[in-house]
């Protein structure tokens, strides 16, 4: 079965950065686009960034200009640089398979707190 494995996330201050990666299992990798998304408690998923097979992205309009989604085929991973950091990033980042939904994995918590 698929399952993704996040990490990167911490705690850090307005304006630091974070990077955070998502290693895909058991998947073809290479083949399909990924999403990041990003939950607070009692909210729904939101939509961050996704990058599609052949490289090209899509962003949120809140983090467009600060977030950096990229791919390394070879490492079945998935990216998602994270510049500028404000306290309204704050919440716990998820990675999917674009046009696929699977089991979610375990998420990567990103503080953003002075």
């Known amino acids: 079965q698929v399952q993704f494995v996040e990490s990167g996330g911490g705690l850090v201050q307005p304006g630091e950065s974070l990077k955070l990666s998502c290693e895909v299992y058991?998947?073809?990798?290479?083949?399909?686009?990924f999403t990041w998304y990003r939950q607070t408690p009692g909210q729904q998923r939101e939509l961050v960034a996704r990058i599609l097979h052949d490289g090209s992205t899509t962003y949120a309009e809140s983090v467009k200009g600060r977030f950096t989604i990229s791919r390394d085929n070879s490492k079945d991973t998935v990216f998602l640089q994270m510049d500028s950091l404000k306290e309204e990033d704050t919440a716990t980042y998820y990675c999917?398979?674009?046009?696929?939904?699977?089991?979610w994995g375990q998420g990567t918590q990103v503080t953003v707190s002075s």
């Open positions: 999917q398979v674009y046009e696929r939904w699977y089991d």
């Open positions: 058991n998947f073809v990798f290479v083949n399909y686009g």
